[in-house]
Nanobody
């Protein structure tokens, strides 16, 4: 069974940091683009970071530029999302996704993880 499993979610204070991890199983994802999506309560799922299979190219939308960093370790089939200077509006469920790098920011991955909750509050 092909799966993407996220971990690392939880609670942080505004200005704090969290690191999310996503590990694939059932097949290798080392040649796939990978991405992280954020879904706030009552809102659509949006891409907050994407990375090519080599790790050489990344994408971030403006609201997270300078705060979020995506990286990957292909030897572990794992992608990470480092989130710094967290804001309350960063709260929500974070999903890992895999697929064509150019399709990912459009919300068209081949695989989704089940999500991990992040809450930013004081």
């Amino acid at each position: 069974q092909v799966q993407l499993l996220e971990s690392g979610g939880g609670w942080a204070q505004p200005g704090g940091s969290l690191r999310l991890s996503c590990t694939g199983s059932g097949r290798s994802f080392s040649r796939d683009g990978m991405a992280w999506f954020h879904q706030a309560p009552g809102k659509e799922r949006e891409c907050v970071a994407a990375i090519t299979w080599t790790g050489g190219t990344t994408y971030y939308p403006d609201p997270v530029v300078g705060r979020f960093t995506i990286s990957r370790d292909n030897s572990k089939d794992t992608v990470y999302l480092r989130m710094n200077n967290l804001k309350p509006e960063d709260s929500g469920v974070y999903y890992c996704a895999a697929g064509n790098y150019y399709e990912l920011p459009q919300g068209r991955p081949d695989y989704w993880g089940q999500g991990t909750q992040v809450t930013v509050s004081s």
